[in-house]
Nanobody, 128 residues
Framework: QVQLVESGGGLVQAGLSLGLSCSAS????????MGWFRQAPGKEREFVAA????????HYADSVKGRFTISRNSAKNSVYLQMNNLEPEDTAVYYC?????????????????????WGQGTQVTVSS
C-alpha cells in the first residue's frame, strides 16, 4: 500500500510559477510510474503529466506541454511538478498518483484507471 502526500499548492498570479511535490511512503517507489492529475470545479479529473518508472520518459497533456515539467527523485521517494507561465485555466485541485498498471519500465500511463493510489490533493489557484 502506497501513501501519497502532495504539497506546494497555493495562490499565484497568472504568468508566474509554482512547484508541487509529492512524497511517497509504504511501497517501493521505483516500482511505480507516477502521474499528476487535476480537477477543476464542476469538471472531471483530467490527466496532466506522467513519468515512467525509469524516470527517463515523460508524457504531458497538450494543455500543459511546454509549461509544466514532471520529475522524480527515487532517493527521496518523491515526484514533482514544476508549473511555469500559469494560466487561470490551470486552477484546480492537483492530485499525485502511483500507477498500478503493469507495463514497460518506460511506460507513462495517461488514464485514470491505470492508477491505483492517490494523494488527497493540493489546491492551485491562478488569479488573472
Amino acid at each position: 500500500q502506497v501513501q501519497l502526500v502532495e504539497s506546494g499548492g497555493g495562490l499565484v498570479q497568472a504568468g508566474l510559477s509554482l512547484g508541487l511535490s509529492c512524497s511517497a511512503s509504504g511501497g517501493t517507489f521505483s516500482s511505480y510510474a507516477m502521474g499528476w492529475f487535476r480537477q477543476a470545479p464542476g469538471k472531471e479529473r483530467e490527466f496532466v503529466a506522467a513519468i515512467s518508472r525509469s524516470g527517463y520518459d515523460t508524457h504531458y497533456a497538450d494543455s500543459v506541454k511546454g509549461r509544466f515539467t514532471i520529475s522524480r527523485n527515487s532517493a527521496k521517494n518523491s515526484v514533482y511538478l514544476q508549473m511555469n507561465n500559469l494560466e487561470p485555466e490551470d486552477t484546480a485541485v492537483y492530485y499525485c498518483a502511483a500507477s498500478t498498471a503493469r507495463g514497460s519500465i518506460n511506460a507513462t500511463p495517461p488514464r485514470r484507471n491505470e492508477y491505483g493510489f492517490w494523494g488527497q490533493g493540493t489546491q492551485v489557484t491562478v488569479s488573472s
